[in-house]
């Protein structure tokens, strides 16, 4: 579906629920959650395709195999963390969807550490002299 197609959908969506609000604010609930995952699932079809060819890229470039794992370890993450605290958010737990934040930057940092890893030992290469 075209990105046109899924901004209509979530338009109607958000109409649709704040005029259910009132009424049954867990109907609403329920219609964000299930237009949200419609539009991700519309989205995750174009997605292998992009990381594909970001995967082909950064290999024709040189990049070792484990960064390119991490890159989209770490794109998952982000991607997972910001749906989940959006619609925990909607739920009216701004506590919740706060700490799921900072659990996926956390989460961030861990996967990352390889490569912190690897580029410190690579500047200290460089630096200590000969």
């Known amino acids: 579906m075209e990105i046109f197609g899924l901004c209509v959908i979530g338009i109607l969506t958000a109409v649709m629920a ?5 009424q049954s ?4 609930m ?3 959650i ?4 419609l539009i991700i699932l519309s989205v995750v079809k174009n997605l292998v395709l992009t990381t594909q060819s970001i995967s ?6 040189g990049i070792s195999a484990d960064y390119i794992v991490i890159l989209f370890k770490v794109l998952g993450i982000c991607f997972l963390t910001e749906f989940t605290c959006d619609t925990v958010t909607e ?3 701004l506590s919740l969807a706060t700490n799921i934040s900072f659990a996926g930057k956390v ?3 861990i996967t990352a550490l390889p490569l ?5 030992t690579s500047i200290t290469t460089m630096v200590q002299p000969s």
């Open 18 to 22: 704040l005029l259910l609000r009132r």
């Open 25 to 28: 604010p867990q109907t609403a």
């Open 30 to 32: 329920l219609l964000s």
């Open 34 to 37: 299930g237009a949200g995952t």
């Open 56 to 61: 082909t890229l950064l290999q024709e470039s």
């Open 91 to 93: 739920a009216g737990m």
């Open 107 to 109: 989460t961030v940092l």
């Open 116 to 120: 912190f890893r690897d580029l410190l």
